[in-house]
């Protein structure tokens, strides 16, 4: 059995569809074994003998599509990709705050790696990286003003549509720290 963690775009948790317990539930559904989530926010962790994650990330949407009408993308990574990342130490002496955002922003398989980062003229945002073993971009975002996007958020999405999906890197090492607990 492999550790699995499916990160789902779009999830509103005041949407009465998108829960906690009717998004496990699916998973249940497809046969996934070990099913949890972590936070409110399409975290879904889960074990299965499966190990083309395509295939699996199509299977899901599907199921969540069919039966919640969840149409957004679902990115699902391996546990060792996820502590490969946690043990890569991609943001060393910085912490994650109200006005500092370590985020990962992460591309769905088979999304095309980027040849170059953007540039950084976007005072809001700090790029740390692409880690393309975990297929994720590493940033830092000034979120002290929340009425603006920052530019390199807007990149991400011109460039990959609906195929990211972005969380804060706490919520990463939560996700983490449930794939193993």
Not at 152 to 177: A, E, H, N, P
């Given at each position: 059995m492999h550790r699995y963690a499916a990160l789902l ?8 569809n998108m829960t906690n317990d009717k998004l496990r ?113 590493l940033a830092v975002i000034d979120n002290s003003d ?36």
């Open positions: 775009r779009g999830i509103a948790p005041s949407n009465p539930g699916v998973f249940e559904g497809l046969g996934l074994e070990d099913v949890g989530s972590v936070l409110a926010s399409g975290n879904i962790v889960f074990s299965s003998p499966a190990t083309d994650v395509p295939v699996l990330e199509r299977r899901v949407q599907r199921a969540l599509a069919e039966e919640l009408g969840i149409p957004g993308g679902t990115i699902i990574r391996a546990h060792t990709e996820l502590r490969a990342l946690l043990d890569s130490d991609p943001f060393p002496g910085l912490t994650h705050g109200r006005g500092t955002y370590l985020t990962a922003t992460f591309l769905k398989d088979g999304a095309t790696a980027p040849v170059r980062l953007p540039e950084q003229p976007d005072p809001l945002t700090r790029v740390v990286g692409y880690n393309p073993a975990a297929r994720v971009f929340p009425g603006r996007t920052p530019d390199f958020m807007s990149w991400l999405d011109r460039t990959y549509g609906k195929d990211i999906t972005t969380r804060t890197w706490l919520t990463v090492q939560r996700i983490v720290k449930k794939l193993e607990g």
